[in-house]
């Protein structure tokens, strides 16, 4: 095949020049916004900054939401955060991290991450479903991740808990006995064991009890990012005033709600004494009165 005719060349480079110049304008003005935590049990936080950001617009620059690349700890994303390389974040508050970062203080996740349920052996199904709360606290042990917001709570409640720093490896400590149960959320528990069914089998979700206790999720910036801040909290009060920040909440959640109108669980109410004070109580009527 021969080359192009010349014309044709010259054409095609003016196109190219003419549209790049359109294009660029557009991106130079585009904010990049890299969060962290990352994965699949995540995506609603993400949805949801998304909703809000959108609601700034066009009064604010347009953006663009890129997951931070690196695996890291909750507590090295926290220094990420702080120094830059992160620029927001969604987990739970408390006293320390209110003192080194800016919370926007709308909780996001409406109290569910406080509602948990727990993960057992299934041949401890029937032991478990007869333990009344005193004997729960006195006869088992829970293993959590060295950096889940259950840890200090659990204890401070009087329950025994084995740490371990990586949150696979509970799976595999569960199933060998090192300890009888782990905490995890209504969104969280049945997705995970499906995962890892063909692996650990002899793990199932418990039928019978949760725990609930205070834990309001936010937002977070750093703490000179006060314009940022500003620009998320007023697209969550727009997104609470239009309904849309429900609506996503309960499509992301509809499975989660439909199984606490049906099931019978009896819940044991925990206090938190990780908690700053005069944090608001959260509003759970969302999807659990």
Wanted: aromatic share 10%.
């Amino acid at each position: 095949m021969g080359a192009a005719p010349i014309s044709s060349v010259r054409i095609f480079v003016l196109f190219f020049v003419i549209t790049s110049s359109l294009v660029r304008p557009v991106a130079a003005n585009e904010a990049v916004i890299r969060y962290f935590p990352v994965g699949p049990i995540y995506e609603y936080r993400w949805k949801l900054l998304e909703l809000a950001l959108a609601h700034t617009q066009p009064a604010e620059a347009p953006v663009r939401l890129e997951p931070y690349p690196d695996e890291v700890t909750q507590n090295r994303g926290m220094l990420l955060l702080q120094s830059g390389a992160i620029d927001v974040i969604a987990l739970g508050t408390n006293a320390e991290r209110e003192a080194r970062m800016l919370p926007i203080k709308i909780d996001i996740l409406r109290g569910i991450v406080g509602f948990r349920i727990f993960v057992i052996r299934a041949a401890d199904q029937t032991r478990i479903a007869r333990m009344d709360e005193h004997e729960l606290r006195r006869q088992i042990t829970f293993g959590l991740n060295s950096q889940w917001a259950d840890l200090p709570i659990l204890r401070a409640n009087g329950y025994a808990v084995v740490t371990s720093s990586s949150y696979e490896n509970l799976f595999g400590m569960l199933a060998a006995g090192r300890f009888d149960a782990f905490t995890r959320g209504l969104n969280e528990a049945g997705r995970e064991l499906a995962a890892r069914r063909q692996k650990f089998p002899q793990l199932a979700v418990e039928q019978t009890k949760a725990i609930y206790f205070p834990y309001p999720v936010y937002f977070w910036v750093g703490q000179q990012n006060i314009a940022l801040a500003q620009r998320i909290e007023r697209g969550l009060r727009l997104s609470l005033a239009d309904g849309s920040f429900r609506k996503l909440f309960e499509s992301y959640h509809a499975a989660e709600i439909g199984l606490l109108a049906t099931e019978k669980r009896v819940v044991i109410r925990l206090s938190n004494p990780i908690l700053p004070a005069n944090t608001a109580e959260p509003d759970t009527r969302w999807w659990w009165r």
